[in-house]
């Protein structure tokens, strides 16, 4: 499967949650979700229909897969990563997930979304241990430094940041220095540092059919 180019509310609006897919605009009252929470399309308001165990399924792991901004095949081959790892393979899952590059971007708080973590990733913004990573799916190990580029630090999206992350907070597992904007990976995320608002024992359930 192909990326997902419908609209990102309409994406939300399917799952039936804010999936925080735009950003700040997800924190308005100009989400969908606060103006139209029913499905998208002509019988959409009618509300949904009782969908079977593996509707449910599917359910949650389009939401994972959407949340991540990955496409089917990358979604996949993350979850054969897991199942060939020791331990709990959900609780697995969700770390490599979660150690992405693009995904440490979102959750420090240095992009609104995650789609646009993954652009500033892809155009080369940022540095691992002083050296530039432009792969958006790099898995971030406990240890690692992340920074800005010298030469990006004082461009017109980054320069309002300090102000903007006063009262931000870092997941557990992340170490961030609001003013110079340089941060650690302290440790592997746990479950309880993640919350996910998916079922991640029903995407194991999918992929195990």
Not at 3 to 31: F, I, S, V, Y
Not at 92 to 101: C, Q, S, T
Not at 164 to 187: C, M, R, V, Y
Request: include cysteine; charge should be positive; hydrophobic fraction near 35%.
């Amino acid at each position: 499967m192909a990326k997902d180019l419908n609209p990102k509310c309409k994406q939300c609006r399917r799952a039936g949650e804010k999936l925080l897919l735009k950003g700040e605009r997800c924190n308005t009252p100009k989400c969908a979700i606060v103006k139209r929470n029913f499905p998208p399309g002509f019988h959409g308001s009618k509300g949904k229909k009782r969908m079977t165990d593996y509707g449910l399924q599917l359910a949650e792991k389009q939401k994972a897969k959407r949340q991540y901004n990955l496409t089917e095949k990358q979604f996949t081959i993350f979850f054969e990563r897991a199942r060939r790892q020791q331990g709990n393979l959900g609780e697995n899952f969700l770390k490599l997930l979660e150690m992405r590059l693009d995904n440490v971007i979102y959750r420090l708080g240095l992009a609104s979304s995650r789609n646009q973590a993954r652009q500033f990733v892809g155009h080369g913004l940022f540095a691992v241990n002083d050296r530039m990573v432009n792969i958006p799916s790099y898995i971030v190990r406990a240890g690692e430094v992340i920074k800005i580029k010298s030469n990006k630090r004082e461009a017109k999206v980054f320069s309002a940041l300090s102000e903007k992350l006063k009262n931000f907070n870092a997941p557990g597992w992340l170490s961030l220095k609001k003013d110079t904007l340089e941060a650690k990976i302290i440790e592997a995320p746990k479950m309880d540092m993640i919350r996910p608002n998916f079922n991640i024992q029903m995407i194991v359930e999918y992929y195990s059919r």
